[in-house]
């Protein structure tokens, strides 16, 4: 055996070893996860990661600048959010946290533990009521929810056996976790792959539906941003890909919702869950 082919099964050797050591499950979907970054580092790393991407905006006074709109974007996400903690009750102690910034482009991204952001290009380019808005935000609250970020960032730690294996070690020097704020803010702009995609749109309609907010305006929300862009979409569909077949299959799942959001209306108490 040449020392190359001897290297290339220890290179081999380790990935197994390191997709084994890495399996978790989904905390609400219960599907295997690769998870090699822990939900708790990706929280931390998201925390400094927004942090940053939020201050040259807050500079240049782009951040939550009209407090009607605010006022309007906290109240729907806490009811949201109220319906998330009831599936995860630890994610209580998140820092829970949903910015307004000012941009006309229609878009919305949600990081570990909670950080979220909407640009106002959803209200001001889709006219989107407090039912579509809804949508986007139990979306991305299903995101978080779903360890998401924490699944992204391990799947790019993957491809990269020497930082896989540094994260492996259990080092947490300042270096790692500059590396690991890096991809937690890459995260926030690599696609969901579609299955992430279909755990989001599963979690989200119901969790807003629970929370009060029309099933049916998942459906009428895509609608409009698949006619958006004469052929370019808006950068929400660049992470959150849109089709046909999409839009009716977030039809069948309004139809299932529709109990929920019915007794929540009508303020009865929650059935069992529906995913």
């Keep these: 055996m040449t020392k190359r082919t001897l290297s ?3 290179i081999l050797l380790g990935l197994v070893s390191l997709f084994m050591a890495g399996c978790a499950t989904n905390p609400v979907t219960g599907r295997q996860q690769l998870m090699l970054v822990p939900e708790s580092q990706a929280i931390s790393a998201s925390r400094q990661a927004y942090a940053q991407m939020l201050a040259p905006i807050r500079e240049e006074g782009r951040l939550n600048s009209d407090p009607a709109v605010k006022a309007r974007i906290d109240r729907i996400t806490g009811r949201v959010v109220a319906q998330a903690i009831a599936y995860r009750p630890e994610t ?23 950080k979220m952001g909407i640009y106002t290009g959803m209200i001001t380019k889709l ?15 299903a995101h978080a929810l779903s360890a998401h970020t924490a699944e992204k960032m391990s799947v790019a730690l993957a491809t990269n056996l020497a930082v896989a294996g540094f994260a492996l070690s259990g080092e947490r020097s300042q270096v790692a976790m500059t590396g690991a704020v890096l991809a937690a803010a890459l995260a926030v702009q690599l696609p969901n792959s579609r299955q992430m995609e279909r755990e989001a749109d599963v979690i989200g309609i119901e969790l807003a539906a629970r929370a009060g907010y029309d099933p049916q305006a998942a459906v009428t929300l895509w609608q409009k941003m698949a006619a958006m862009g004469n ?3 808006p950068a929400f569909l660049s992470t959150h890909p849109s089709s046909d077949a999409r839009i009716r299959y977030l039809s069948e799942l ?3 919702m529709q109990p929920l959001y019915e007794e929540a209306r009508a303020g009865t108490p929650p059935s069992h869950p529906v995913m």
């Design 127 to 141: 006219n989107a009521t407090d039912d579509e808005l809804a949508q986007v935000i139990a979306h991305e609250v």
């Design 92 to 114: 209580r102690n998140w820092e829970w946290e949903m910015q307004v910034i000012d941009n006309d482009v229609p878009n919305a991204f949600a990081m570990a533990g909670g």
């Design 254 to 256: 309004a139809v299932k």
């Design 231 to 233: 052929g370019s979409p």
């Design 8 to 10: 290339l099964l220890l």
